[in-house]
């Protein structure tokens, strides 16, 4: 094929995947008041305004706080996870790998559903709670199969050769183990953070008063206004995404290890 | 003291399949031993063993009269430098060295690591990390690693194996430095029988978990007991005779050209100084050579030979 | 590998009890909803569903619009691959980034896009009225052809992946050998790269398949009350009805569909790995 079909062809793949947030980073632009392309006029005021909505600032902060301390949740209970099947016979390994990563299986708004009613309701736990344990649950996954990809590239004989020298097996794992799976547990961290941040099914049903993940968040805002504010923060949202993954990618070689 | 190190009725396994069987041994102060085999005789199980990284199903190891057979592998003064090395990669040389001095809290640090490095010739890298270093210098540094700790027993895994031939003599001339100024006991593990000869003071050979034949590398190389110990060291005729046990010839014993028996060549091989021959014969395969000056057999050719008794050993079992 | 069993356990155990307390208990019990009749065991509740119009439109629906999002991201999705995997590798890898960066982002920010380019006072629309193809604004937004764009652009970028590593994994001469052999460019692809791509198309088809099932946030904010998938009829049974049995019946659908094409998946996986 030639060089002309080639380019045509990716330029609009690419146009059709990619251009449409040029458009929402465009559309937030808009001086009016109401979503439009072309936006009438041009200014900042909207990416200004999306930084003093109360409601987004509250829920900003509550899909931060999910995403940085669910993941690092389900880290502390990946990595061991992750270690006991890649070093030890564990009976059942193969039951507890399929137990562990059942939430890729299960859509998130069923668990969200099932959280809410037989755990939330019952026992009256907070649906901010619940909502922590249903995205560390959330990201568990991944956890565990990105820090065993970085354990399989581990050679054994390192822990044993700590094991001579004088290591018990747990000081093998934080001498050793530890400071080379670094990346990979690095990598777990922003993939969870990624898919915890911007996760919507699992958070639906659980969401209350002041309790809310930024995209409900942002759907329940769309439904009642139509100003460009989402689109300035989804452009803004799309911007952190991309920058963490770049930075990622740049200084870890990210997409080694997902 | 010739049973600094004993193994004793030791049987290894793993999981339900056993991979060493009642195995007895002892071994001298300062001995040079080596674990001689092919892969899945279970040299490196015993020698895993020996270091604590497998338990035992039973029996019991001793290193300078303590019971070490369950002890963790840091409380039995044994090294261990690993066929890969297993250097620590996020640790520069020096810290490699360090590692196990830091975790003993050696007031002398600095001294002994210093002196570790040199010993080795590696006083220049220190401040390397592995992954700048070639495979010769990990392996000297993974030795020195193991050195400075003063082990009473030194293990190796093939320590020559992943070296080219240069190295591997450089290698094999360090080790038996490294011995004679340290006298710690070495054991190491082989599948190559000219590396065992020319290192060891003792050759264990092994085969399917069990002892086939113990002694100097003399013994073993003019006088094989066994068939399986003949084969390994080149006596690659061998014919079971009627009143039990076997005899043995290297290919150079064969006599060609003359003698009472007839047999078709089946191969043949140039090689160098020598022509190698495969036979056919109502005796069984005969292995033999000739000097290059003697003419070419050919393939399907009938030629005669002979077994001289006189070049042949005798063996107890084929 | 170690062979103390208690540490191994002491490691594992904590995560599998996480995962089974918070996800396959709670689920277990929704799904059994369900199947809870007057005298204890029943399949009332799925002959009930499945006996509603609406709600067979619905299924019917969503099975349609995921297999037509499948398809057409197999048909776009191999000529992109091909092109990238034509490419010279530095600007490969740069083209892959590039593909595989929707991924990243938001998907409510990814199907917002949609509004503002496919709403009234959008870009299509905008366009359509300068140009003086139409005086009155289409209505795009909220019909089945939305959902399906914005679906699209979701999981394309799956299927790219996924043919993408098929396509590096062919041998490199296959397709100058067709070629020589008297192949054109037709021949080329039924014959070899298709037959050489098969499970990168399987792979990338599941993926886009179940993901465009499940989805939630694309049916919600471009099809709204009027084009519900299952996922979205799901929502508004529980919120607008109180209809458990319901939802327990549509999250059986979904595992269900999403189990077996993970398992599907699972198997092509250790088919190739076996045979290599």
């Not at chain 2, 001294?111 to 220049?124: E, F, H, P, W, Y």
């Not at chain 3, 458990?244 to 595992?255: K, N, T, Y």
């Amino acid at each position: 094929m030639n060089r002309v079909a080639t380019w045509a062809i990716l330029g609009l793949t690419l146009t059709f995947l990619i251009g449409p947030f040029l458009i929402i980073v465009i559309a937030g632009l808009s001086a009016g008041d109401s979503l439009a392309f072309p936006p009438q006029g041009i200014s900042l005021k909207w990416y200004i305004k999306v930084f003093t909505v109360e409601s987004f600032q509250a829920s900003f902060a509550m899909s931060m706080f999910l995403a940085i301390f669910g993941t690092l949740a389900a880290l502390l209970l990946g990595i061991p996870a992750a270690y006991g099947m890649a070093r030890y016979r564990v009976p059942g390994a193969e039951f507890v790998r399929l137990i562990v990563s059942s939430p890729i299986i299960v859509p998130g708004i069923i668990v969200g559903l099932a959280l809410l009613r037989y755990l939330v309701i019952p026992t009256g736990v907070s649906i901010a709670l619940a909502l922590f344990l249903a995205h560390t649950a959330l990201i568990l996954p991944y956890a565990v199969r990105v820090v065993s990809g970085s354990l399989d590239n581990l050679r054994v004989d390192m822990e044993e050769a700590a094991l001579l020298l004088g290591c018990s097996r747990m000081g093998a794992f934080w001498r050793v183990v530890l400071p080379n799976i670094r990346g990979g547990v690095l990598a777990a961290f922003i993939l969870g953070f990624v898919t915890s941040f911007n996760q919507v099914p699992v958070s639906l049903f659980l969401s209350g008063p002041g309790v809310r993940t930024l995209p409900i968040d942002m759907i329940a805002y769309m439904e009642i206004n139509y100003d460009p504010s989402v689109a300035a923060l989804s452009a803004l949202l799309a911007v952190m995404s991309v920058g963490i993954v770049f930075a990622a990618e740049k200084f870890l070689g990210f997409s080694r290890y997902v | 003291m010739s049973d600094f190190v004993t193994l004793a009725d030791l049987t290894l396994a793993y999981g339900p399949t056993v991979a060493v069987d009642r195995l007895n041994l002892s071994i001298a102060q300062g001995e040079l031993i080596a674990l001689l085999g092919p892969s899945g005789c279970g040299k490196t199980t015993t020698m895993r063993a020996i270091a604590g990284l497998l338990p035992p199903k039973s029996g019991t190891i001793t290193i300078d009269g303590r019971d070490v057979t369950r002890l963790a592998p840091a409380k039995r003064e044994v090294g261990l430098v690993f066929q890969s090395y297993a250097l620590f990669p996020h640790l520069s040389v020096y810290d490699n060295v360090a590692f196990g001095l830091r975790l003993r809290r050696e007031p002398d640090l600095d001294t002994k690591v210093r002196g570790g490095l040199a010993t080795v010739g590696l006083a220049d890298f220190a401040a390397r990390l592995p992954a700048d270093l070639s495979g010769g210098q990990q392996q000297r540094v993974a030795l020195a690693r193991s050195l400075v700790m003063q082990p009473k027993v030194l293990l190796l895994d093939e320590p020559l194996s992943n070296l080219d031939a240069r190295l591997r003599l450089e290698m094999r001339m360090e080790l038996q430095r490294v011995q004679q100024e340290t006298g710690v006991t070495m054991i190491f593990v082989t599948h190559d029988q000219a590396e065992a000869m020319a290192l060891a003071d003792r050759i264990v050979l092994m085969k399917d978990g069990a002892i086939e034949q113990i002694g100097s590398p003399e013994q073993i190389y003019t006088a094989p007991e066994t068939g399986f110990a003949a084969d390994f060291v080149g006596f690659e005729t061998i014919l079971r005779q009627d009143e039990g046990g076997a005899l043995a010839w290297r290919p150079g014993a064969v006599v060609l050209g003359s003698g009472p028996h007839n047999g078709t060549v089946r191969g043949a091989s140039f090689a160098g100084e020598r022509r190698e021959y495969v036979l056919d014969t109502p005796l069984g395969v005969v292995k033999a050579d000739t000097p290059v000056d003697v003419p070419a057999m050919k393939i399907g050719q009938t030629v005669a030979f002979d077994l001289p008794r006189d070049r042949a050993v005798r063996l107890a079992r084929a | 590998m170690f062979e103390n069993r208690t540490i191994g356990l002491a490691l594992t155990v904590p995560a599998a009890l996480f995962a089974a307390a918070l996800f396959i208990l709670p689920v277990g019990i929704l799904l059994s909803e369900a199947f809870k009749g007057d005298n204890g065991f029943s399949l009332m509740a799925y002959v009930d569903f499945f006996s509603s119009p609406r709600n067979q439109t619905v299924f019917f629906r969503t099975l349609k619009l995921a297999g037509l999002v499948a398809v057409v991201s197999a048909v776009v999705g191999y000529a992109a691959a091909f092109c990238i995997v034509s490419l010279p590798a530095k600007s490969r890898g740069r083209m892959f980034g590039l593909v595989t960066l929707p991924l990243m982002i938001s998907p409510v920010a990814r199907t917002y896009a949609w509004l503002v380019i496919l709403g009234r006072t959008g870009f299509v629309n905008s366009m359509l009225v300068n140009m003086g193809i139409t005086d009155t604004p289409f209505r795009i937004l909220f019909t089945e052809t939305a959902v399906f764009i914005g679906l699209l652009q979701l999981f394309m970028p799956l299927m790219i992946i996924s043919l993408v590593s098929a396509m590096e994994n062919m041998p490199r001469d296959a397709i100058p050998a067709a070629r020589i052999l008297g192949a054109n460019w037709f021949q080329v692809f039924t014959k070899v790269i298709l037959p050489l791509t098969r499970e990168g198309l399987v792979v990338g088809g599941t993926l886009v398949f179940t993901g465009s099932m499940t989805a939630y946030i694309t049916p919600a904010i471009l099809g709204g009350s009027k084009v519900l998938m299952l996922e979205t009829l799901l929502y508004q049974r529980v919120t607008v009805a109180n209809d458990f049995v319901a939802a327990s019946v549509i999250a059986m659908i979904l595992i269900v569909m999403a189990f077996s094409a993970n398992v599907l998946l699972k198997q092509i996986a250790t088919a190739r790995r076996t045979r290599v």
